[in-house]
């Protein structure tokens, strides 16, 4: 059974950071690409950024190219999502997603309805 368990969401004002985290098991990790996605209060779901843990170049979304970054820890199956110089408009409910398998990073989005997802945590930056 597929789980993904976030962590690391909370409040901050504008320009600061916050990382995410995302613990994953029971799928196999070399094979696999994992993602974080966001969405605000009225707004669909968008892709932030995703990775594949046989390496290769992320996939980051317009929007936090250059203030976000994703990484991956293969041995404890976790993904982090690193943002700096937050924005209000970066405010919103954070979810982890995994698609396995996978061996490309830009798959995540593409293949959305096959995506296992975590539980979301919450992100709020003030201005």
């Known amino acids: 059974q597929v789980r993904l368990v976030e962590s690391g969401g909370g409040s901050v004002q504008a320009g600061g950071s916050l990382r995410l985290s995302c613990a994953a098991s029971g799928y196999t990790a070399s094979s696999s690409c994992m993602g974080w996605f966001r969405q605000a209060p009225g707004k669909d779901r968008e892709a932030v950024a995703a990775?594949?843990?046989?390496?290769?170049?992320?996939y980051y979304a317009d929007s936090v190219k250059g203030r976000f970054t994703i990484s991956q820890d293969n041995a404890k199956n976790t993904a982090y999502l690193q943002m700096n110089s937050l924005k209000p408009e970066d405010s919103a409910m954070y979810y982890c997603?995994?698609?396995?398998?996978?061996?490309?990073?830009?798959?995540?989005?593409?293949?959305?309805?096959?995506?296992?997802w975590g539980q979301g945590t919450q992100v709020t930056v003030s201005s």
């Open positions: 990775i594949y843990a046989g390496g290769g170049s992320p």
């Open positions: 997603a995994a698609l396995a398998p996978c061996f490309r990073a830009e798959k995540v989005v593409e293949r959305y309805d096959h995506l296992y």
